[in-house]
Every structure is written in C-alpha cells, then in structure tokens.
C-alpha cells in the first residue's frame, strides 16, 4: 500500500503478478456477448454485517461463480470498521473466487491520503476495476453534503485521482431521472460526462423500475457527447421479493414504486400478506422479468442486479430471460 505516487500494478498485487491487467480483466472487456450468445449479466454484493451474514455472501457468490457474471461489484459503506471489513472482503472475492471484482469507493470522510492508501489495497489484492463514487452524507442521504477537509467534493475529482494512480479500470454512477441534487436532468447530464471525459469507462445506473427512463438517459448522454455516449451504460435492476423490498427498492431508486407496480403486488398480497409471500415474490420476480426483456430488447450491454447478498431471486429472474442457471441457484 501507498499513500503517494502511481501504484503500479505489476508491482502491487498477488495476482497482478501473474495476471496481467488485460482487457479481459476490466468491465468493458467482458461486456460482448457471452458464448451461448446471451447479454452479460453481472451482481452486486453488500458488506455484510456478521458472521451469518458472511456465510451467506459467500454462498451466493459460490451460485453465481457457475452463472458466469461479466463482474461482481462490492458496494462500499461508511464507516471506519465497516470500511476495513470491506476493502478485507472485496480482497478476498477477487482472490478466492474467480469473479472480476469492482470494488466501489467513495469520497465520504476521506482525505486524499486515505482514499490513496485504499486504492492500493486493492491494487495489493488484485483489484483494478474500481466503481468510484462521491458517497452520500453518512445517516441522511438528503442531507447537507460536507467535504473532508483534505478530499474531493465531487466523484469527477475521484476519478481523476484513481486514474493517475494507476491502471486501473474506472466506472461511475448515472442517474436514469437525474441525481436528486441536480437541479435539472441538463446539469445532471452534464456532470455525468464531465465523470466520463475524467477517464470513467462505463457507468452504472441507479435502480429504476421504467425502461423508459434508462433509454431517456442514454438518448440524452448520446446527444451531449457521442463520444462519451457510445460508453455504456450499464442498467440496475433489483428484483422484489417481499412487500418489505419495496421500501427498500424504493430507497435504493429514489422514487415511489409506479402505481401499477404497487397494485400488481398488492393484488398479489390481498387481505394476507404474510399468507400470500410466495405469490408476491412471484409478481416480483415477473416485473423484473419483463424489466431485463425490455432492456435486452432495447440494446443494453448488462444487467447489473443488486442481490442482497441472495443468489436465488436474480437465478430466477435470469432463468425467466432464458440463461442457463443451475438449478441449485433458483431451488435454494
Ligand atoms: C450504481 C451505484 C452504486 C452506488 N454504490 C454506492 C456505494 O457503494 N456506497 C455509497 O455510499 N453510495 C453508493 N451509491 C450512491 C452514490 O454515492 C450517491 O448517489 C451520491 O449521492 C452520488 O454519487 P456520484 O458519484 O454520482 O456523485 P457526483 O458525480 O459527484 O454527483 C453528485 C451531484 O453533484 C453534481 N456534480 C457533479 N460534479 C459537479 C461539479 N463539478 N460541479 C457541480 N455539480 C457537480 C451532480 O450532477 C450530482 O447532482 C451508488 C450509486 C449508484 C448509482
């Protein structure tokens, strides 16, 4: 690890030693079409919080190893034991499994030495795709953003940093109905190219429950910039298992659920909620289903799909858009 200068990858890592950083290894190397000619799906795990939850991870990662994702991304959360906990497991995913491993990193409470140091703890573990990201206000999404005193205030800043660390394989994120701090979908747009000419190769949505909305997005990155536009975009999905995954979903996009999503899973629920859980998840499922089938249709290079650190419910959803899942994956 470093706090200052270029780490270089051949130097840094276990695996960097053996593996040179190929197009193969970077998210954009592995968006072309997979072997049975299938769109490349890919995952996306959260730091759990416990020994049980460990264990989970792990089993779902195990699943999705034989589902063959483009990549597996680690989301990155606040705070200081947290934070070790995370750079240790995103670590030991890129070097335990045989997954392509983004580590996200964000900006929140860091000084420009540590958000160094960090990044060659992934280099060291063999990590050279990077999701770099502001980060919200720790406890209140919505509130006052402040700057560390000695970091950046803005992802782009972020990007900059990473990419004259290194060879490293940038993505950010992008907002299908414009970040809820821009003020218009114009200046929203505007940031998110300023992100791309910054080095980013691709980005990575925010969940959303319309495809129109990711298809407005990439219509409106493509007309600022075609050269940035042709950068992919790589769509977010999350399937809904339970009426309780729609707060979360909802969270998670920024928005309420549409209304004729709503009433399809409370239809689905009736007057016994509890008693109707596997016809709810059932409808879940369906709208995430027909999510993918439009998006596949409309050209998307992935489907990023944030699992809770479960293999089952994105398993189904992939068997309903035809790839080949292990049974164990949708059976467990
Ligand atoms: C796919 C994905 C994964 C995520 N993973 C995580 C995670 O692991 N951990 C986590 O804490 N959060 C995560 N987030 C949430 C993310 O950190 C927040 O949404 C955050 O508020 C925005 O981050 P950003 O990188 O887009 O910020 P920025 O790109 O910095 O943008 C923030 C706001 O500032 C504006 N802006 C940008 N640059 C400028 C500028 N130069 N001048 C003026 N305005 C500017 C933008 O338009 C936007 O309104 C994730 C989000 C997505 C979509």
């Known amino acids: 690890m470093r706090a200052h200068g270029r780490i270089t990858p051949s130097v840094t890592g276990r695996h960097s030693r053996t593996s040179p950083v190929t197009a193969a290894r970077s998210v954009v190397g592995r968006l072309g079409p997979r072997p049975d000619g299938t769109v490349p799906f890919s995952i996306e795990f959260n730091p759990p919080r416990d020994a049980a939850g460990e264990d989970r991870l792990w089993r779902a990662a195990r699943e999705f190893e034989c589902m063959h994702p483009a990549f597996a991304s680690v989301t990155y959360g606040a705070g200081g034991s947290t934070r070790d906990r995370t750079v240790r497991l995103t670590g030991r995913l890129a070097q335990e499994t045989t997954l392509l491993t983004v580590a996200h990193l964000t900006a929140v409470d860091h000084s ?39 970091g950046v205030e803005y ?93 979360r ?52 290079p992935c489907l990023h799909f944030i699992t809770l650190n479960f293999a089952k419910a994105t398993g189904e959803v992939l068997a309903n858009l035809g790839y080949t899942v292990r049974p164990a994956a949708v059976g467990a």
């Open 112 to 150: 420009i030495a540590e958000l160094r140091s960090i990044v060659g703890a992934y280099a060291d573990a063999g990590i050279h795709n990077l999701l770099v990201l502001r980060g919200d206000p720790p406890g209140d999404p919505l509130g006052e953003w402040h700057r560390h005193p000695e």
């Open 155 to 247: 992802a782009e800043e972020l990007v900059r940093l990473v990419r004259g660390l290194g060879n490293f394989h940038v993505g950010v994120a992008s907002f299908p109905r414009g970040h809820h701090r821009s003020p218009d979908l114009d200046y929203d747009t505007r940031h998110l190219i300023a992100k791309l000419r910054a080095g980013a190769e691709y980005s990575i949505t925010q969940m959303f429950f319309e495809a129109d909305d990711y298809l407005r997005l990439r219509d409106r990155v493509a007309a600022a910039d075609p050269v940035e536009g042709a950068k992919p975009i790589i769509p977010e999905l999350m399937p809904i298992t339970s009426l309780r995954t729609v707060q």
């Open 249 to 300: 979903a909802e969270e998670l996009s920024g928005r309420p659920l549409p209304a004729a999503l709503r009433e399809r899973l409370e239809r689905a629920a009736g007057n016994d909620p509890e008693g109707n859980r596997a016809a709810v998840r059932a409808v879940g499922i369906e709208i995430a289903t027909e999510l993918g089938q439009r998006l596949i249709a409309e050209g998307a």
